[in-house]
């Protein structure tokens, strides 16, 4: 969704190369491609970005998007022999990210309602400065197992080192990994992104370095065998192999930092990534009290497979909040993030008060609905409407959401 006179991003299809063969509307899961007799054309209203259209399409016909203002009705489509040009705005920040990225982008943003501006004393990105034509080489200067070996849930610290090659990030950003090898179909694999774990002058303070905490898939969404090709070549690299890294990307999910800025996280499993960097960047600079508070909200299933659990402990009280929820202990009722939540239920209201508090949900997507009603019910239970203050939050930059 987009805020009224936002330009909205419109999936399109370009007549002149489409040969008509209806793949694109038998590989779409929601019905969001249709036909008539001139043209195979996306309704804007349904489209969400899933991409699952985009790889089998025989020709990239399918691969065409635009900004406008005004989205093209289905007529508008139909009739086309052409393309319209394409006037997009050139724009500064997420929108000039490589289509690719901006597809993965959009999708692991719907939560908090599309693109959303930076806290105001976020500082500025530097984004998209290595590309698929021309990527970094980062060395990997360590690898990690981080949950225990008995547990399925596989998750690794990496670190990599990027030497003489610049390759500034700040918190909440990511970078995107290319694999090596092809697909299938014979094409390179496309490119992962990762959230950055570590804080803007580095893994080892002042080394050009920084981490990654990536989870080894082996199961699909639903629980089917499957081997992930990224999550797996990066667990499976070893101190000095190469890889090559574009990005970095992200320009929205940055820390605030005035003082006095409070911040909220909330997460699962590798979701814990931008919030170790966050959580590290106020514990270097402690002394200089400057930040507000700093919470965190953490699920996983057992403590064995929380990510940073040991080094969560150790910090130090009046630096952070920690409350950890556990949904597979034993002989203990499932507790998750959204119950914390409802237990800090003060502390909670009073942040959300506070114009200086500032909230990030990282995690999978399946975290997001808990989360949500949990604040409807702090709301509820405190005065506050969660519909009306929602929109607030957002437009504040406020609220940031970066599922996936
Ligand atoms: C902004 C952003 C930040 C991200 N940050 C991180 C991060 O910090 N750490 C991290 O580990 N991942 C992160 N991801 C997810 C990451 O980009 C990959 O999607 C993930 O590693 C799977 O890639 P793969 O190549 O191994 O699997 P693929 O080969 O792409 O997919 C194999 C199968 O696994 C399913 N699948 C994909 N991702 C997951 C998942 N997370 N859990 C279960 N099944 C899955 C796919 O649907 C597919 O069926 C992030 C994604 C986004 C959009």
């Known amino acids: 969704m987009n805020a009224p006179g936002e330009l909205k991003r419109q999936h399109v299809i370009d007549p002149e190369i489409c040969i008509r063969c209806n793949t694109c509307e038998e590989s779409c899961p929601i019905d969001a491609v249709t036909h008539d007799g001139n043209n195979y054309v996306v309704k804007f209203e349904l489209c969400n970005f899933c991409n699952d259209c985009i790889s089998p399409c025989p020709t990239g016909a399918i691969d065409n998007w635009r900004r406008v203002a005004q989205p093209y009705t289905l007529e508008e489509q139909f009739s086309w022999d052409t393309l319209p040009p394409d006037t997009s705005p050139e724009v500064a920040g997420d929108d000039d990210l490589p289509e690719e990225v901006q597809r993965i982008t959009d999708i692991a943003t719907q939560g908090q309602g599309g693109t959303a501006a930076p806290p105001w004393s976020a500082a500025h990105p530097y ?99 499957v081997h992930g090709i990224a999550s797996n070549y990066m667990c499976d690299l070893k101190k000095g192999d190469k890889v090559k890294v574009v990005g970095p990307y992200g320009a929205s999910f940055l820390m605030p930092n005035h003082p006095g800025s409070s911040i909220i996280m909330i997460c699962t499993g590798t979701g814990s990534a931008p919030m170790r960097a966050m959580t590290e960047r106020r514990r270097r600079r402690m002394g200089l009290k400057e930040g507000g508070e700093l919470w965190l909200f953490f699920g996983a299933r057992t403590p064995d497979e929380l990510p940073y659990c040991g080094p969560l402990m150790k910090l130090p009280k009046e630096l952070i909040n920690v409350n950890l929820a556990y949904s597979r202990l034993p002989d203990q009722p499932r507790q998750y993030v959204q119950d914390l939540i409802r237990e800090r239920g003060e502390d909670i209201a009073r942040l959300l008060k506070d114009e200086n508090s500032y909230i990030y949900i990282c995690g999978l997507k399946a975290m997001e609905t808990g989360v949500d009603e949990a604040f409807a019910d702090v709301c509820r239970g405190h005065g506050m409407d969660w519909s009306q203050l929602l929109p607030v939050l957002r437009a504040a930059s406020r609220y940031h959401v970066e599922t996936y």
Do not use: C, M
């Not at 014979?186 to 920084?210: C, F, Q, T, V």
């Open 127 to 225: 984004l998209n400065l290595y590309t698929l034509a021309r990527p970094a080489e980062a060395t990997v200067a360590g690898n990690f197992r981080l949950t225990a070996a008995d547990t399925s849930n596989e998750i690794h610290h990496i670190v990599l080192d990027f030497g003489p090659t610049a390759f500034p990030v700040l918190e909440g950003q990511s970078l995107g990994v290319v694999p090596p090898g092809v697909d299938d179909a014979g094409k390179p694999h496309h490119i992962r992104l990762y959230s950055i774990a570590s804080p803007r002058n580095g893994e080892r303070p002042d080394y050009n370095n920084l981490s990654l905490t990536v989870k080894r898939v082996t199961a699909d969404r639903d629980g089917n065998p």
